[in-house]
């Protein structure tokens, strides 16, 4: 199973609001565990829809998202799914700091 771990400077509530946006935009279903703070999509990413479990926990003075891929897209490569968790790991970080960060910095100007 692949797995990335980003740790964010961010809120908890904030990066499962951005995962939330990203799930959104790619048209993924999800559901989530609220007990476990833990999200189980379907996503495409390439064209090839994978399950994956995103685990999000406070861990002050940030957040670490954790993404890992449970049902790989039939004949996935291990190189493959290590980029699929990279992507929605890296989309889920992009989209908070193009909100949080570069927004600020346009509004200050």
């Known amino acids: 199973m ?20 990203i ?8 559901k989530k565990d609220s007990e476990k703070d ?12 994978s399950s994956f479990n995103i685990h999000i926990r406070e861990s002050p003075p940030a957040t670490e998202m954790e993404v890992s891929v449970v049902k790989p897209f039939k004949g996935l490569s291990v190189k493959g799914q290590q980029r699929a968790v ?15 960060i570069l927004r600020s910095h346009q509004n200050a100007n």
Do not use: R
Not at 23 to 30: A, F, I, P, T
């Open 2 to 21: 692949c797995t990335v771990i980003k740790t964010l400077p961010y809120a908890k509530q904030l990066v499962f609001m951005a995962l939330f946006d």
């Open 23 to 30: 799930l959104e935009q790619e048209n993924s279903s999800y």
């Open 38 to 49: 833990t999200v189980f999509a379907d996503i495409p990413v390439y064209g090839n829809i």
């Open 86 to 100: 990279d992507y929605i790991a890296d989309s889920v970080e992009q989209m908070l700091e193009n909100e949080l």
